[in-house]
């Protein structure tokens, strides 16, 4: 209500309806936002209201997926067709890759040598309009191929606060349980735990975010209940001594539906057998099963190569936040 | 059900319909949004007896292909009665006025849709009618537009439509079914609140000019009654789902720099 004088018509974080009035006079329309010849701008979409400088914009609250240039996303290859993979990003438009984006030269004639339909990539976007695309690059840091792990898919609208202010809320979500993570804006999350509970953990606190995405001192909230969840399975794991049967008594986790949230993905069965074999592994040695796959081109192998000297791998996300 | 027959009097001598509301009064409405897990977006209405859900998909790749629109998205609406929503069981295939009511449904919903903001995708828009007693293609509308809004497509505005009908000489506002059977006249009507633009009018029976334009007139007055409903419906769905969280959102003006949606904003500097 702060502005008043210069006829805004809403709240700061007000939830706002279509064709809603939000402001009137000098101020300029922007995402989720229409203006009318009389410089009105109303709502276009369900979410919450927000003005910064002289422009409107809404922030959805649902939606689907449209790719935009420099996004980085989560993918599955569904067509090799000649020299191009097309790839699931989710939402209405299916992404080409080409070869030349995602390996170096030479290659072979046959590229489902390197990448087949079912394999999970991260890329970028680096063309989407309305005639065509979207394309894909894998040519970058951190752009590679994902083996094991398990892919999450929550709403699109929602990544922004999954990620929170420069990657506040996934980092903190990281620093705790020590997971690996890459999280796509196209509502894709990659998340390789070193042992079950822990991916029953993250996906609970990602749920968790996404269900309440829409309130405030969310961060603070997380924060408290993965500490509590770890500090009570901790002094559960000093009271049994034994990792024998260690049950997860983590006030909540254990009413949360994880099994029917494995990945939508189908990752080969020859990913999930290594998986096993990590799952008992320390964090640094789960690492260095990454290049085992060394065909793919250079710059899968950088990208690699950079992730073994960070176990607990933060650059991908923070890739995706400050864009 | 005992077989109807026709009532004797539409309207009473004290100037109240068969199910004792005012010519101007809308049945009681109750409308719900995000009733289905499983679609993007959904919607139901409850008006009088006549209760209808709405889902919408997408936008999402149209098949078959040979529907693609290259400059915009194909707004699929596909209105369906259940068998059991009428006394006398509907036959399952799809009818004639099934597909008529499908296509004035996607005609009154596209021009608030920015369609062009999906070019060659599809919008799926399905409406299932549960329970029929008159004015189902208006209170589809409701229900559609609220589901579209849920699915986080952007529009206009919402749009809230409504039938006008004459009975016994007298212009009523939303029709029961007896009232359409048996009465003179139908009007239904949808408007876009905002510009007070026309996005269906159709009519049967008869009316003179003068009736019509006051016809037209009580219907706007309705829709923006309507539209009111449908604001809040939308409003409350997402209210309520912060609630039931935690009780500390007072504090909400101070912490809203720190999260929601910074990545994004992060992004225009």
């Known amino acids: ?323 | 059900m005992s077989p109807e027959k026709r009532p004797d009097i539409l309207i009473s001598p004290e100037g109240l319909r068969i199910d004792g509301r005012r010519i101007d009064e809308l049945r009681p409405i109750e409308l719900k949004v995000g009733v289905l897990k499983q679609a993007d977006g959904s919607a139901s209405i409850r008006q009088g007896k006549t209760y209808i859900i709405a889902a919408v998909y997408g936008p999402r790749e149209l098949h078959p292909r040979h529907l693609t629109l290259n400059d915009r998205a194909y707004l699929r609406v596909v209105y369906r009665m259940a068998t059991f929503s009428v006394p006398d069981r509907k036959r399952p295939a799809p009818s004639r006025r099934e597909k008529e009511i499908s296509m004035v449904i996607a005609n009154a919903l596209a021009p608030t849709i920015f369609l062009e903001e999906f070019p060659k995708a599809v919008i799926d828009v399905f409406i299932q009618v549960i329970q029929a007693d008159g004015g189902t293609r208006c209170a589809a509308i409701n229900a559609a537009s609220l589901a579209l809004a849920d699915a986080g497509i952007p529009m206009r505005s919402l749009i809230p439509a409504v039938a006008v009908g004459k009975a016994d000489g007298k212009l009523i506002v939303d029709l029961g079914d007896e009232e359409d059977k048996y009465g003179q006249g139908d009007v239904p009507m949808a408007i876009i609140p905002t510009t007070d633009e026309i996005t269906l009018l159709q009519q049967d029976g008869s009316f003179t000019r003068e009736e019509l334009i006051e016809a037209m007139q009580m219907g706007i007055n309705s829709c923006k009654y309507l539209h009111e409903l449908q604001k809040e419906a939308l409003k409350q769905s997402y209210v309520t789902k912060s609630e039931d969280g935690h009780s500390e959102d007072d504090d909400y003006e101070d912490d809203m720099e720190t999260d929601l949606g910074e990545s994004e904003i992060m992004e225009d500097e």
Not at chain 1, 106 to 124: K, L, N, R, T
Not at chain 1, 166 to 185: A, C, E, P, W, Y
């Open chain 1, 1 to 323: 209500m702060r502005e008043n004088q210069l006829a805004v018509y809403f709240h700061k974080r007000e939830v706002v309806v279509p064709g809603q009035l939000l402001a009137d006079g000098r101020y300029r329309a922007s995402d989720g936002t229409y203006d009318t010849e009389d410089g009105k701008v109303y709502s276009a979409l369900v979410g919450l209201a927000e003005l910064r400088g002289n422009t409107v914009k809404v922030v959805p609250l649902e939606g689907a997926y449209l790719p935009k240039e420099g996004d980085l996303v989560i993918g599955t290859i569904t067509i090799v067709a000649g020299n191009n993979w097309k790839v699931d990003i989710g939402g209405p438009y299916l992404a080409s890759l080409h070869a030349n984006n995602a390996l170096r030269r030479p290659y072979s004639d046959d590229i489902s040598e390197y990448m087949d339909i079912g394999d999970v990539i991260v890329a970028e976007i680096t063309a989407f309009d309305r005639r065509s695309g979207p394309f894909l690059s894998m040519k970058g840091r951190g752009l590679r191929k994902l083996e094991g792990g398990m892919l999450l898919e929550v709403s699109p609208a929602k990544i922004p606060r999954i990620i929170g202010r420069r990657g506040s809320m996934i980092n903190m979500i990281k620093d705790h349980l020590r997971i690996q993570t890459i999280v796509g804006q196209n509502g894709r999350i990659w998340i390789k735990a070193k042992d079950t509970e822990t991916l029953r953990l993250a996906i609970k606190a990602i749920r968790t975010v996404e269900e309440q995405a829409h309130t405030s001192k969310l961060t603070d909230r997380i924060n408290n209940m993965l500490e509590e969840a770890l500090s009570s399975r901790q002094s559960e794991a000093q009271s049994m001594s034994k990792e024998g049967e260690v049950k997860e008594t983590a006030p909540t986790s254990s009413e949360e539906p994880v099994e029917a949230e494995t990945p939508e993905v189908p990752e080969s069965t020859s990913d999930s057998a290594d998986e096993e074999g990590e799952d008992s592994t320390t964090e640094g040695s789960d690492e260095t099963a990454e290049p085992k796959e060394p065909s793919e081109g250079g710059t899968e192998e950088t990208a690699v190569a950079e992730d073994e000297n960070q176990p607990a791998e933060i650059i991908d996300t923070e890739e995706v936040s400050e864009e």
